[in-house]
């Protein structure tokens, strides 16, 4: 079997280049891997977008559409998502999955999925929802601005909690670096299961403070018990970003999972 082409779907904030540090040793690898630019995610930290504010279902409708171009082209795709993420890439799955496809003679298709300590809700719970169960003294600062695009007002105090694995100015710098966000993309309520449709996979980051290990694993058991099938879940020693903080480790992660898309 070929080798599966990978789609990186970034969390809240995240522009691309942000996942640089892992998309380009994979591909090193001879893998087929690209992260997207999220619709809800700005253009740069003191920039949204122009128009109405982009929601959740925006954010899957643009992933379904670039995991559809890869099948179309007869190519097996794993969606790996990260933190926010995880919200919009499940809710896109519907229809794409390679067995569905299949089944209307349709050529590749999604076969994985792989959740970087990301936020997996329940049908009808949003990542508001699930955030919601967080301990307060964890909880991100968040400001909007007057057009509705989220930003972080004190880069510090962000950073001590998503890349608390760096020192503060290493990680201020990191936060610096985040694009605006919009604020109704929180609020999108799942509506598809797609971790029904195919594997999951599951790097769980034990120190992470912004997605805490207890609701990691909660989701872990929801999927397994919403989908009858076990997770593969990996645990490592990292906080909220290890695209940035424990980048080998990921980037193993990514190829395992690519190499598990494959068996």
Same mark, same amino acid.
């Given at each position: 079997?070929?080798?599966p082409s990978l789609l990186l779907i970034p969390g809240s904030f995240c522009p691309p280049e942000l996942y640089?540090?892992? &998309?380009?040793?994979?591909?090193?690898r001879g893998y087929e891997i690209r992260a997207l630019h #999220? /619709?809800?995610?700005? %253009?740069?930290?003191?920039?949204?977008?122009?128009?109405? %504010? /982009?929601?959740? $279902?925006?954010? =899957?409708?643009?992933? =379904?559409q670039e995991a559809e171009k890869l099948a179309d082209q007869g190519k097996a795709v794993v969606l790996i998502a990260h933190s926010y993420g995880g919200v919009p890439t499940t809710q896109s799955v519907k229809g794409l999955a390679a067995s569905e496809r299949k089944k209307q003679g349709k050529p590749g298709g999604i076969v994985r999925l792989a959740y970087m300590? +990301? #936020?997996?809700? =329940?049908?009808?719970?949003?990542?508001?929802?699930?955030l919601a169960e967080v301990p307060q003294e964890q909880k991100l600062d968040l400001k909007i601005d007057e057009t509705g695009w989220m930003y972080h007002d004190q880069p510090s105090a962000t950073a001590a909690i998503t890349v608390?694995? %760096?020192? /503060?100015?290493?990680?201020e710098a990191v936060i610096r670096r985040f694009a605006r966000h919009s604020s109704v993309s929180f609020g999108g309520e799942l509506t598809y299961p797609g971790y029904k449709? &195919? /594997?999951? +996979? $599951?790097? #769980?980051?034990?120190?992470? %403070?912004?997605?805490?290990p207890n609701i990691q694993k909660a989701e872990i058991d929801m999927i397994e018990k919403e989908s009858g099938n076990k997770v593969r879940v990996t645990r490592i020693p990292a906080d909220h970003c290890p695209n940035i903080t424990s980048t080998q480790e990921t980037i193993d992660w990514i190829v395992d999972v690519a190499e598990q898309a494959q068996a």
């Open positions: 079997m070929s080798k640089d540090q892992v &998309v380009d040793p994979v591909i090193a #999220l /619709p809800s995610v700005g %253009l740069a930290a003191d920039k949204g977008r122009e128009g109405s %504010l /982009p929601t959740m $279902y925006d954010d =899957a409708a643009f992933i =379904a300590t +990301s #936020l997996v809700p =329940a049908v009808g719970v949003s990542a508001a929802g699930v608390n694995h %760096l020192t /503060p100015a290493e990680g449709d &195919v /594997p999951v +996979s $599951y790097l #769980l980051c034990e120190d992470d %403070l912004c997605i805490p």
